[in-house]
C-alpha cells in the first residue's frame, strides 16, 4: 500500500477538510474496521504506512470534526484513543509517604477470567531494585479499594519507563458519580482520582505536523514532571518511504524540547526513555492500537513538576531511527593481515558500500588493529567524509550502524545475529575519520571477543540502522481555542 497523503500544517482549527481528504480518511478507517473485525496482526514494518490513517484523522479533528474522540496515555500501552467509557485515568498526580503515584488506567479486562472486572495499572516513581525478579517481595504490597469497599491486590509486576509498574484486576463501579479509590501502599493511605474519558483534555488539540511528522506529547497527569510523547510517521518522500517500510522497529528521539505553563514557567526537559511495547489482541480494541502489534512508549523528563496547567510544548528535531533494516547491501570481505591497509580500489564496488534511497558512502581504505584498551584484535573500515544523504524531508544529518556476521552463518542466522559496530559521531562531521570497528578472535593470543575469525578469513557486513535527524517546527498550544 503506497502512502501519497501529503498533509498540511494541523494548527488552523477553521480550516475544512478536502472533499478527498473525507473521503481517502473514511475509506481507510472502514479498512481498518476490517482489519480489526478480522482481528489480523500487521507487520511491525507497517506502523509507517498505517499511520496515515491517524494523521489524516489528526486533520479533520483540527478543523473541527473529531473522529478520534478521546486521547490520553495508558501506562504500558502508551497514547491511545478509546471510547469514552472505557478507559478511565488518573487525574492528578498522588504523594504516598515519600514516593508518588505518577499515572493510573482502568481499562476493561476482556479475558474470561476476568469477565466484569476492570485490568487496574499503576505507575509509580519507585526505582525497582536490581534483585526483584529473584525476590519479588521487595517490593511493598499494594490494595485497591473497589467498588463496596472491596480490597483488591495490585502485584509489582517490574519497572516501566517513570517507576516500579504495579498491575492487577478489581470491580469498579464505572457509571459512579465520583471515582475516587483508596489505595494502601508503602505504609501509606492515598486516593486515586479517576476520570473518564469523557473528560479527557488532550483529546481535541491539532497536533502539528512537520515533514511528515506528527508529534503528540502532553503531562501523564496534573502536577507531573513526566510527559508522554508519540510520534507518527507518514513519509512524504519515496526515499524516506523505503527506509519506513523494509525494516523491523522504528523509534524515535526528540531534540531540543522546550515547556511552558500558564504561569510563564520555562521547565528543562532533560531525558528521553522508552521501551516496546507489545500490544496484546484484548487491548487492540482501543484506536490506534488496533492498527499495530508494536510501539515505542516515550516518556520525556522535566527538571521538575508542573506549577500550573501546562500552556506549550515545542519541539525542534527529531531523529527517526530505522532498526533492522531488510536491506540487501552486503559486503563480503577478507579479513586483512595485522597493519595491513586494504585501498579503497581494492575493497568490493572500489569502496562503495551503500547508494541507494538517498543514503550514499563509501570506505576509503580496510586495516586491522590491536586494540590496546580491550586487548582485542579490531578490523577497522574508516572513510574521510560524511554519509551524502537525499531527502525531501528537512534531514539535517544521517548515522548508519553496520552489521556484521561470520558467512557460514548467513543461510541460518537473523537479523539479530548481526553484531553491531562501532563507529564515531557523525553529526555536523565533513572531515574527520569515521571508523567502523569489530573485535574478532585474531590469531587467539589476545581476549578472545567478537566475530570467531582470523586472518584471511571472509567477513560479511550489511546496513542494520539508519538515523535520521529532521529539523522542524512543533509547536503544541493547549491555550489555543479546541475543536468543537
Not at 20 to 38: D, F, I, S, V, Y
Not at 231 to 259: F, K
Request: charged share 25%; glycine share 6%; with cysteine.
Amino acid at each position: 500500500m503506497k502512502n501519497d497523503c501529503n498533509l498540511p500544517e494541523i494548527r488552523d482549527l477553521t480550516a475544512v477538510p478536502s472533499e478527498e481528504l473525507n473521503r481517502r480518511t473514511l475509506a481507510a478507517m472502514e479498512e481498518a474496521g476490517q482489519r480489526k473485525t478480522k482481528k489480523k496482526i500487521l507487520p511491525v514494518r507497517r506502523i509507517a504506512v498505517c499511520a496515515a490513517l491517524f494523521c489524516a484523522a489528526l486533520v479533520l479533528m483540527g478543523a473541527g470534526v473529531r473522529i478520534y474522540e478521546y486521547l490520553t496515555f495508558v501506562p504500558g500501552m502508551g497514547v491511545v484513543t478509546a471510547k469514552q467509557e472505557e478507559v478511565f485515568t488518573l487525574i492528578t498526580t498522588v504523594q504516598a509517604g515519600s514516593d508518588r503515584i505518577e499515572a493510573a488506567s482502568m481499562i476493561p479486562a476482556e479475558d474470561r477470567e476476568h469477565k466484569g472486572m476492570w485490568e487496574v495499572t499503576v505507575l509509580t516513581n519507585r526505582d525497582v531494585p536490581h534483585n526483584f525478579f529473584e525476590n519479588p517481595d521487595c517490593m511493598p504490597k499494594m490494595t485497591l479499594y473497589g467498588m463496596d469497599n472491596e480490597p483488591y491486590t495490585l502485584t509489582c509486576t517490574g519497572g516501566s519507563v517513570v517507576g516500579a509498574r504495579y498491575t492487577g484486576y478489581a470491580v469498579i463501579d464505572p457509571d459512579a458519580e465520583i471515582h475516587n479509590y483508596t489505595l494502601e501502599w508503602s505504609g501509606a493511605d492515598c486516593t486515586l482520582s479517576m476520570k473518564s474519558m469523557e473528560n479527557s483534555v488532550w483529546a481535541n488539540y491539532a497536533y502539528p505536523v512537520s515533514d511528515g511528522l506528527t508529534v503528540i506529547a502532553f503531562p501523564l497527569a496534573e502536577n507531573s514532571r513526566y510527559l508522554v510523547f508519540d510520534v507518527i510517521l507518514d513519509p512524504q518522500s519515496e526515499n524516506m518511504e523505503y527506509w519506513a517500510t523494509h525494516c523491523e522497529s522504528i523509534r524515535y528521539n526528540s531534540g531540543i524540547v522546550s515547556v511552558t505553563d500558564t504561569e510563564g514557567n520555562a521547565y528543562n526537559v532533560f531525558g528521553q526513555s522508552g521501551h516496546s511495547v507489545s500490544i496484546p489482541e484484548s487491548e487492540r480494541e482501543y484506536g490506534v492500537n488496533n492498527l499495530i502489534s508494536y510501539k515505542m512508549e516515550y516518556i520525556l523528563t522535566m527538571d521538575e513538576p508542573l506549577a500550573s496547567d501546562i500552556a506549550t510544548i515545542d519541539l525542534t528535531d527529531i531523529t527517526v531511527i530505522f532498526d533492522m533494516l531488510e536491506d540487501d547491501a552486503r559486503y563480503l570481505v577478507e579479513i586483512p593481515a595485522l597493519d595491513e591497509i586494504v585501498p579503497a580500489e581494492d575493497l568490493p564496488n572500489g569502496g562503495l558500500f551503500c547508494d541507494r534511497y538517498g543514503i550514499c558512502f563509501a570506505f576509503d581504505d580496510m586495516t586491522t588493529r590491536i586494540d590496546e584498551l580491550n586487548n582485542t584484535y579490531d578490523i577497522l573500515f574508516r572513510r574521510n567524509s560524511a554519509v551524502e544523504f537525499d531527502f525531501e524531508e528537512n534531514v539535517q544529518y544521517v548515522q548508519v550502524l553496520l552489521g556484521w556476521i561470520e558467512p557460514e552463518r548467513v543461510a541460518s542466522a537473523e537479523r539479530w545475529d548481526y553484531r553491531g559496530g562501532g563507529q564515531s559521531s557523525e553529526r555536523g562531521n565533513t572531515s574527520v575519520d569515521i571508523e567502523y570497528s569489530m573485535p574478532f578472535h585474531g590469531a587467539g593470543d589476545l581476549k578472545n571477543k567478537g566475530l570467531d575469525l582470523t586472518f584471511g578469513d571472509e567477513v560479511l557486513m550489511r546496513l542494520n540502522s539508519i538515523s535520521l535527524t529532521i529539523d522542524g517546527d512543533w509547536h503544541i498550544d493547549f491555550t489555543a481555542e479546541k475543536a468543537d
